[in-house]
C-alpha cells in the first residue's frame, strides 16, 4: 500500500506509532548521547521536544517545554542529564 492509498487519518495513525516507537527506542538507547544525534542525524531529542510543544501551540494546547521533554525523555530533563548525559 503507498501512502497515496492511505486515508488521512490512517496516515496519522501510522505517524504517530512511528514516533512512539522513535521515543521508546530513544528511551533505551541512553547510550547515545543528544551531541552524537545532531552530529549525525542532525536533531535530538531536544529537537523532537520542541517540535512536540510546537505541534500542540499549533493546535492551541498548552504545553511547557519541560512538558514536552518529560514527554520525549521519559523522566524530567534533569533527571536524565544527571542520570545519563556523559
Same mark, same amino acid.
Given at each position: 500500500?503507498?501512502?497515496?492509498?492511505?486515508?488521512?487519518?490512517?496516515?496519522?495513525?501510522? =505517524? @504517530? +506509532? /512511528?514516533? %512512539? !516507537?522513535?521515543?521508546?527506542?530513544?528511551? *533505551?538507547?541512553?547510550?547515545?548521547?543528544?551531541?552524537?544525534?545532531?552530529?549525525?542525524?542532525?536533531?535530538?531529542?531536544?529537537?523532537?521536544?520542541?517540535?512536540?510543544? =510546537? @505541534? +500542540? /501551540?499549533? %493546535? !492551541?494546547?498548552?504545553?511547557?517545554?519541560? *512538558?514536552?521533554?518529560?514527554?520525549?525523555?521519559?523522566?524530567t530533563y534533569a533527571e536524565w542529564?544527571?542520570?545519563?548525559?556523559?
Amino acid at each position: 500500500m503507498t501512502s497515496e492509498r492511505l486515508t488521512p487519518e490512517q496516515t496519522e495513525q501510522l =505517524e @504517530a +506509532a /512511528a514516533f %512512539r !516507537s522513535l521515543v521508546a527506542h530513544l528511551r *533505551e538507547r541512553t547510550d547515545v548521547q543528544n551531541l552524537d544525534l545532531m552530529n549525525l542525524a542532525g536533531f535530538c531529542r531536544n529537537c523532537l521536544s520542541r517540535w512536540y510543544q =510546537e @505541534a +500542540a /501551540a499549533e %493546535r !492551541s494546547i498548552p504545553l511547557t517545554q519541560d *512538558e514536552a521533554r518529560e514527554i520525549v525523555y521519559g523522566m524530567t530533563y534533569a533527571e536524565w542529564k544527571a542520570n545519563h548525559q556523559k
